[in-house]
């Protein structure tokens, strides 16, 4: 198993930019997840989901849009790129809810 | 507010010292508490976890974490820490909802250890 791949592992982005951070699973995990780390702020979480097709808001969803067509993947997309999102992301995923959460590599954005 | 909040921001220790990292969640009802590491370059990986019964829960490497539901807190021990202990400690918190739960985490703690 590949557990849980992001790509892509850096990014460089213009204010206002948009792009998309992917994330995949091959643990056929039905919880997926979104944080974004910053110094002294710890793992906040963006936005998770339960299983295909149901999505929800976490803590700081502003900026951000996900979606959930199939168990494997969980993308975010950030729709117009602000200084205030240059952060590492990490995708999550786990067999349950309140099971081990399986993080991936990470992916470091930096909006210029 | 910050639901969960961990005291202590950067603990330096040496070799063989004893470690305790506080950890307190802001939320009544039921919750499940969690303790992850993040070794320097690594992924978080998960310590232990409590989810009921008996409040002392033990974890990998020798860690341990009281549940102490009267104080809202989880703190994290080890009597004896390694120079391979260096590394960053999440506390977390899975808060139950009807759209299915938000595991927030809190804002991390730095734990040096010299040898």
């Known amino acids: 198993n590949a557990g849980v791949t992001q790509t892509p592992k850096f990014q460089v982005l213009k204010t206002g930019q948009s792009m998309t951070l992917q994330c995949a699973q091959d643990?056929?995990?039905?919880?997926m997840s979104w944080y974004r780390q910053d110094p002294g702020m710890g793992l906040r979480l963006i936005h998770y989901?339960?299983?295909?097709?149901?999505?929800d808001q976490g803590e700081v969803p502003n900026g951000y849009n996900v979606s959930r067509s199939t168990t494997e993947d969980f993308p975010l997309r950030l729709l117009s790129a602000a200084p205030s999102q240059t952060s590492v992301y990490f995708c999550?995923?786990?067999?349950?809810?309140?099971?081990?959460?399986?993080f991936g590599p990470g992916t470091r954005l930096t909006v210029t | 507010a910050q639901s969960v909040s961990q005291h202590n921001h950067h603990v330096i220790l040496s070799e063989a010292a004893s470690l305790e990292l506080g950890c307190n969640y802001s939320y009544g009802g039921t919750v499940n508490l969690f303790w992850y590491v993040q070794y320097p370059g690594q992924h978080l990986q998960l310590l232990l976890k409590?989810?009921?019964?008996?409040?002392l829960v033990k974890g990998i490497k020798g860690f341990e974490a009281e549940f102490i539901k009267s104080k809202f807190s989880f703190n994290l021990r080890k009597p004896s820490v390694q120079w391979s202990d260096t590394a960053e400690y999440f506390c977390a918190a899975l808060r139950w909802s009807n759209q299915g739960g938000k595991l927030i985490f809190g804002q991390g703690t730095e734990l040096s250890v010299k040898p």
């Open positions: 409590y989810f009921s019964g008996d409040p």
């Open positions: 999550a995923s786990s067999f349950a809810l309140a099971g081990e959460q399986y």
């Open positions: 643990m056929n995990h039905e919880y």
């Open positions: 989901s339960v299983g295909a097709g149901i999505t």
